[in-house]
């Protein structure tokens, strides 16, 4: 193997892989291409943008993303239904939680074991999940802040999700790529002491949130800066296939949490926030801001009434085993199944094509909502300034991981 | 409605051909159509006032392998306003993957599409910009497709052992 080629000179070898959608002779006289990204921290990850300017003005958007395509797809398909999940986890990688319960969710429900897990287990992953929908949306809110130009919130949500991971870590030895919920159970009971530590992060939690908004999203030049800005009618963003707090925040109360009641989540009680265009139009960056932080206030909820049935009605008893469902062998009939779940960004969804032969999945399509949101950010940016845009992307709440899989 | 009631609605709305099979081992349920017909199926469906699948959920390209011959693309409807899911699949030649685009019903088809293009290798006919999406615009093959061998050497970078 010593002497194999890994490398052949070629002067051409360095020639540009992904060309520009517009070429500068299209161009009219005043326009000109500028290109922003893939390494530049307002674009959150990998993201290229092609923009098609007349000076100040945005023309035209051309993402071209890819950069962090990790064939997640490829890797579905050649190994068994189990091990799929630590890849989902390397999607969405601020929510792996919540990808995860959606997959899990997939494959009982193809093996037909939903809806016969312990309460107990349905509750962690439910706790979990909103734990992790929290460390997501401060990311979000966070890094927004820092995106156009306030830079204590983002040190404030990062210090406040650092708890998160913590409790998180010390769940399942992971700090964000989990591998926690399996398909059929949970790979550990919740640690001893748990729910009462995490009972005491709440309630250090939630004057952080009302302070967060006082500061931050009420604040005159946050208002200034994203009122107005970056607006989504519904009708075009149902259009473009996007859900979640940014569907939310063009005023559309659509929550698969509610929708669909998967989980446990019909038992629980809870609100959907939607954008009122308090500030501004409904559906601009200022509503979803707002949006994302309200649904803050809606997983601490749900995390208290978790906690109280995990303390309550569902304690940690001796006999409890969070993989007692987990089955040996994973072998569904053959179907096709499409299974959906709200995470952070919105809808999550999975594609499975199992041919009933073999544990290995014929076909597994993840359908991430970071994909979907960003494809609308040429309708929002078109007709703002450049300035905006920036804004405008940040107020989308991708993650690279979920758009490129 | 249920899906029984959608699929007859359908049939009687634009004629029993457009149903060629039913799919019953998928959640949710769906039909299978052709790739004639396929646009004004999707259009009836979605701006139809009883059914009104405003959402395309998710688009995916299949590939069943050279023993087979064909690949498939598997449409997953959504109506937010009645809460209606339906799947439809077309299925065509592995050869000649050519499906008309749903971009002009549902703009998130567009990126969903190229997705499809890109990974399984489906041509969409009179997509507005069918460009690879997630690989690199000179890369070769397609990955997804079943019997897909990634090339030697990518920009002289030596790729696989």
């Given at each position: 193997m010593a002497n194999q080629v890994q490398y052949i000179f070629d002067d051409k070898n360095l020639r540009n892989s992904e060309p520009l959608k517009y070429k500068e002779e299209d161009l009219k006289s005043e326009e000109m291409i500028i290109n922003i990204g893939p390494q530049h921290p307002s674009t959150h990850g990998v993201l290229r943008l092609e923009v098609v300017t007349n000076g100040e003005i945005v023309v035209d958007v051309v993402p071209h993303i890819?950069?962090?395509?990790?064939c997640f797809e490829k890797h579905a398909e050649s190994v068994p239904f189990n091990q799929t999940i630590p890849f989902v986890d390397r999607m969405d990688y601020l929510a792996a939680m919540n990808s995860e319960h959606a997959y899990a969710m997939g494959v009982e429900r193809m093996l037909g074991?939903?809806?016969?897990?312990?309460e107990r287990v349905e509750y962690i992953r439910v706790l979990v999940a909103e734990l992790n929908r929290l460390a997501s949306h401060f990311v979000a809110i966070g890094s927004y802040g820092a995106d156009i130009g306030a830079f204590t919130p983002f040190f404030w949500m990062l210090r406040d999700r650092e708890h998160i991971l913590r409790m998180l870590e010390w769940v399942?030895?992971?700090?964000?790529?989990?591998?926690?919920?399996?398909?059929?159970?949970?790979?550990?009971?919740?640690?001893?002491?748990f729910e009462e530590r995490c009972q005491e992060f709440i309630s250090y939690l939630k004057p952080k949130l009302t302070e967060l908004e006082k500061v931050f999203i009420e604040n005159k030049i946050f208002i200034e800066r994203t009122a107005n800005v970056g607006v989504l009618p519904i009708d075009l963003g149902i259009s473009y296939g996007v859900t979640g707090p940014m569907l939310r925040g063009s005023g559309?109360?659509?929550d698969l949490r509610k929708v669909?009641?998967?989980?446990?989540y019909p038992k629980i009680e809870f609100e959907v926030p939607v954008g009122k265009g308090e500030m501004g139009t409904i559906g601009d960056c200022w509503d979803r801001t707002w949006v994302r932080a309200q649904e803050c206030h809606q997983s601490v909820r749900i995390i208290e009434q978790c906690l109280e049935q995990l303390i309550g009605d569902h304690k940690r008893t001796r006999d409890f085993d969070p993989r007692k469902m987990v089955p040996k062998k994973i072998r569904p009939k053959a179907q096709d199944l499409y299974v959906r779940a709200e995470n952070p960004k919105g809808e999550i969804g999975f594609f499975f094509r199992a041919d009933g032969r073999s544990d290995i999945p014929l076909r597994v399509k993840a359908r991430g909502p970071s994909f979907m949101n960003l494809s609308v950010i040429s309708e929002l940016a078109k007709g703002g300034l450049i300035a905006d845009l920036i804004a405008i992307v940040g107020s989308i709440d991708i993650v690279l991981g979920e758009v490129d899989r | 409605m249920k899906f029984e009631e959608i699929v007859e609605y359908i049939k009687s709305e634009l004629g029993a051909n457009v149903v060629l099979e039913l799919i019953e081992n998928a959640t949710p349920k769906g039909f299978v159509t052709n790739t004639d017909r396929l646009i004004s199926v999707m259009q009836f469906l979605h701006s139809d006032e009883q059914l009104y699948f405003d959402s395309l959920s998710c688009l995916t390209g299949l590939d069943n392998g050279p023993e087979e011959g064909t690949v498939e693309v598997i449409y997953n409807l959504y109506s937010i306003p009645f809460d209606h899911h339906l799947m439809i699949k077309v299925q065509v030649d592995r050869d000649q993957a050519e499906v008309p685009t749903v971009s002009g019903v549902w703009k998130t088809a567009d990126w969903q599409e190229r997705e499809a293009y890109d990974l399984v290798g489906i041509n969409f006919n009179g997509h507005p910009d069918l460009r690879r999406i997630?690989?690199?615009?000179?890369?070769?093959?397609?990955?997804?497709?079943?019997?897909y061998e990634e090339q030697e050497f990518y920009h002289g970078i030596k790729l696989e052992e």
């Open positions: 890819g950069f962090l395509h990790r074991i939903d809806g016969q897990l312990p399942c030895g992971a700090r964000m790529l989990y591998n926690y919920i399996w398909i059929g159970g949970l790979f550990y009971d919740l640690p001893v002491g559309l109360k659509y669909d009641g998967y989980s446990v | 997630l690989m690199p615009a000179d890369w070769q093959g397609n990955p997804l497709r079943k019997d």
